[in-house]
């Protein structure tokens, strides 16, 4: 070996410690997924000879359990042996597959805009509808929510636009920046529908509004909410019934439609001029045919059915309400996502361990820099595939994690089931951190 080979490598290994030391080094557990039996999957503990164990998943961004779900398989393998594998190329080179046309007919129709272009992730979309779109206007001034995700946070840096950064969720100053840039200037405003650490929902209504009086265009991410809220599942800006005053709505479909890829839907001209410049589009291969049969039967499923929505909000309060009954410090949102907060990278670690070892529940710990530096937390996601019998177990190893690493507990308040807004009922976020030291 090359001896200047070591040095450099003493770098990596130092990059590596240095992520140990701050107790957020991350380890991913070897999880193989059950289509059928959703949440149970197997688990195979690293370097132990044993067999695979029988765990449940309580942490998926297979909100819906779609990703197992028939019609979603039977498009895919139906799609498989039609079209083969790959798609074979860029769109550019291979041109444009009909089952990915479709998709993105599909989407558009979904969030009631007249065109859709789809990515390879979710992640690629927001990368390259952000900063496409900013960078076409001239002198763009970017509005950015405080708690936005990197992909967004990685668009607006990508554009090379001024930036100013609004506090999280805060419309009064927002409507302070926005006034004080002036209606002449280019201005896109960019935001999540649903947070999906805390879980809380954006005030897309107010955000229109100020969009509309200032003259600026939205850019909404609904990554956390698409097939899971608004009548048809377009998301939480369709649910408040202001999709049609939103500019820019970009969505994932790997999450509650359980495939994999990414889309914005727009006007016809925002959606050509990022289908035309976005090299994050441009000069990589499209999605397999597979993918996209198996988004669109997931999209078209959740269009008409909404008996997964239902559940999926029933099990939420269910689990919610459980915990909460337990004293456990679960922090208090409207939505679908249950986060209990823990307040410490390595307990956090350590609470996620003994779940998956002691109890055979999969939980993965939210550390730094996911969530802000003491707001570690477990974060737990409900689906519609869980039932009454699992969330008991649940509560049961959690109580039993809890005793064991000294977490505290906090007042165990029974909440009836129907009147979640009674707000005395809920624990705020400051409280439980205050709780968590
Ligand atoms: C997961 C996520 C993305 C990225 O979506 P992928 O399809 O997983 O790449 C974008 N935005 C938010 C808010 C996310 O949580």
């Known amino acids: ?125 927001n990368l390259a509808g952000i900063s496409t779109v900013s960078s076409l206007l001239p002198n763009c001034l970017i509005f950015s929510d405080a708690l936005n995700h990197n992909s967004m946070i990685e668009g607006v840096r990508r554009s090379g636009c001024e930036k100013q950064i609004w506090r999280h969720n805060d419309v009064g100053h927002l409507e302070e920046l926005l006034k004080a840039a002036g209606n002449e200037r280019a201005k896109l405003i960019v935001f999540e529908s649903l947070y999906s650490m805390d879980g809380d929902i954006a005030p897309v209504a107010e955000i229109v509004a100020l969009a509309e009086k200032y003259n600026a265009l939205t850019y909404v991410d609904e990554v956390h909410a698409v097939g899971m809220y608004g009548a048809r599942g377009g998301g939480i800006c369709q649910r408040e019934g202001v999709e049609d005053r939103i500019d820019i709505i970009e969505g994932t479909l790997a999450k509650g439609f359980g495939a994999l890829g990414g889309y914005i839907a727009a006007s016809p001209a925002i959606v050509d001029a990022v289908r035309s410049y976005a090299p994050q589009f441009i000069f990589t291969t499209t999605l397999p045919p597979m993918v996209a049969a198996c988004a669109r039967a997931a999209v078209r499923h959740l269009k008409h059915s909404g008996e997964e929505r239902a559940r999926h909000q029933h099990m939420a309060m269910l689990t919610k309400h459980a915990l909460r009954a337990a004293g456990l410090p679960v922090m208090d949102n409207k939505s679908h996502i249950v986060p209990v907060m823990v307040g410490d990278a390595a307990r956090c670690k350590e609470a996620s361990d003994l779940l998956l070892r002691r109890h055979s529940i999969y939980i993965q710990p939210i550390n730094y820099p996911t969530v802000a530096l003491s707001t570690e937390r477990l974060r737990i ?33 029974v909440i009836p089931m129907r009147s979640r807004a009674a707000p005395e009922a809920h624990c705020t976020y400051p409280e439980m951190k205050r709780a968590a030291e």
């Open 381 to 413: 996601t409900p689906t519609p595939r869980h039932n009454e019998a699992h969330v008991a177990e649940l509560v049961e190893a959690l109580v039993d994690v809890w005793s064991s690493l000294g977490l505290p507990f906090v007042e165990a308040k």
């Open 1 to 125: 070996m090359n001896p200047m080979a070591l040095t450099y490598d003493q770098h990596f290994q130092s990059a590596i410690a240095r992520l140990k030391m701050e107790k957020r080094y991350r380890v991913f557990a070897n999880l193989e997924r059950d289509a059928v039996r959703f949440p149970t999957a197997l688990w195979r503990p690293e370097g132990e000879e044993h067999a695979p164990r029988e765990v449940t998943i309580w942490c998926s961004n297979d909100y819906l359990g779609m990703g197992g779900h028939r019609a979603v398989v039977d498009a895919a393998r139906d799609a498989l042996d039609r079209h083969g594998a790959g798609a074979g190329g860029t769109r550019n080179i291979s041109g444009t597959h009909n089952p990915i046309v479709e998709l993105e007919a599909e989407l558009s129709d979904l969030h009631g805009k007249p065109a859709a272009l789809v990515f390879t992730s979710g992640w690629i979309s």
